[in-house]
């Protein structure tokens, strides 16, 4: 069945999802290849398009504390270490987050006590995993 061309009808958003769009300005990225000398054109100078001038980038706070929280972030990235493993008796992905100054686990998903139950449904002797 050929479904190629059918496009999905776009349902109206919800108000929780609907976004007051007139706030938010959109400005051209300075490093963009825009060039910095007129091209030339067959268009008569009234439907020319010529470059805005160039302006300071634009950051985007969506709430309020925004700083804060990067800020907080960073500083966790740094005391904190991701890895991710395979638990090779239950075959799943396992991230951990580690703190790289105790080696403890601070944060791991899928929990120990899954991967147990999962290697407790397969049938994988108990202190394997």
């Known amino acids: 069945m050929?479904?190629?061309?059918?496009?999905?009808?776009?349902?109206?958003p919800s108000p929780r999802q609907a976004v007051n769009l007139s706030a938010v300005?959109?400005?051209?990225?300075?490093d963009s290849a825009a060039p910095a000398r007129p091209v030339a054109t067959e268009l008569d100078p009234s439907r020319s398009v010529t470059q805005v001038a160039e302006s300071e980038a634009v950051r985007l706070d969506t709430?309020?504390?925004?700083?804060?929280?990067?800020a907080l972030d960073a500083a966790m990235k740094r005391v904190l270490a991701r890895r991710t493993e395979i638990d090779e008796p239950t075959n799943t992905v396992v991230t951990r987050k580690v703190?790289?100054?105790?080696?403890?686990?601070?944060?791991?998903?899928?929990?120990?006590?899954?991967?147990?139950?999962?290697?407790?449904?397969?049938?994988?002797?108990?202190?394997?995993?």
């Open 99 to 129: 703190d790289t100054r105790s080696g403890e686990v601070v944060e791991q998903v899928p929990a120990e006590m899954l991967l147990k139950l999962r290697a407790y449904i397969r049938g994988v002797p108990p202190g394997s995993s």
């Open 63 to 70: 709430s309020p504390g925004a700083e804060e929280r990067a």
């Open 25 to 30: 300005s959109a400005v051209q990225r300075p």
């Open 2 to 12: 050929d479904v190629g061309s059918v496009q999905k009808a776009q349902a109206a």
